[in-house]
């Protein structure tokens, strides 16, 4: 049981360039999540997915898109590349702990693009 | 608007010493949770404790506890007996609703914690 784990770790892209993050949980969660955090700005919710084949905008979607394809999997994809999206992307999935649901966070990545 | 608050942008504490994060929350919500979160230095997102917003004690984990006071709209957590292992920055977070579809949370900016020996 690996939990959560996003691939790559770190990236560098140049203005314009696209690139896909990849998610994926081994937990047989229904609810997927895509964060970005930013210094002095908390974790923000980019897109999120209810299941398999849904996916739905959180409070920043702009310059992304999603997909859900298999329930395991989540992909944030950024078409075009902008220096404002440098940033840590985090990936979440939800689970039920008997008293609440949880977000359980995976590692990372360090995206940054000049 | 929902809104978590964290006033408290870094703080310090001895080892073996007590220490209380500030985080107060806006809604309109009836029902709702409010999460803490540990971020250490190698960035991974960590869950520490829960609290319902109907739950009548405040919520307790191990060395930590959320001193939870409705009427202030308040859920500060305290770290009892500090660990150098404890420096790390803290994220209150709020979700929207009941177990409800979404489960959306909303964070605070945090506040980075550094343990003194």
């Known amino acids: 049981n690996a939990g959560v784990t996003q691939t790559p770790k770190f990236r560098v892209l140049k203005t314009g360039q696209s690139m896909t993050l990849l998610c994926a949980q081994d937990m047989n969660h229904e609810y997927m999540y895509w964060y970005r955090q930013d210094p002095g700005m908390g974790l923000r919710l980019i897109h999120y997915s209810v299941g398999e084949g849904t996916t739905a905008k959180g409070e920043v979607p702009d310059g992304y898109n999603v997909s859900r394809l298999k329930k395991q999997n989540f992909l944030l994809g950024l078409e075009s590349a902008a220096p404002s999206q440098t940033s840590v992307y985090f990936c979440?999935?939800?689970?039920?702990?008997?008293?609440?649901?949880?977000?359980?966070f995976g590692p990372g990545t360090r995206l940054t693009v000049t | 608007a929902q809104k978590i608050t964290q006033t408290q942008p870094g703080m310090f504490v001895q080892e073996k010493e007590a220490v209380t994060l500030d985080c107060t929350y806006d809604?309109?919500?009836?029902?709702?949770?409010l999460f803490w979160y540990k971020q250490p230095s190698s960035g991974e997102m960590i869950f520490l404790i829960y609290q319902g917003s109907y739950d009548e004690q405040n919520a307790t984990e191990g060395r930590y506890s959320l001193n939870f006071q409705k009427a202030r709209k308040s859920a500060n957590l305290v770290i009892s007996a500090s660990q150098l292992g404890d420096s790390a920055m803290y994220f209150c977070?709020?979700?929207?609703?009941?177990?409800?579809?979404?489960?959306?949370?909303?964070f605070g900016t945090g506040t980075l914690l550094a343990v003194q020996p």
């Open positions: 809604t309109s919500d009836q029902s709702y949770g």
């Open positions: 977070a709020m979700r929207e609703g009941y177990g409800g579809a979404t489960n959306k949370l909303i």
């Open positions: 979440a999935s939800r689970a039920w702990t008997g008293a609440s649901y949880e977000q359980y």
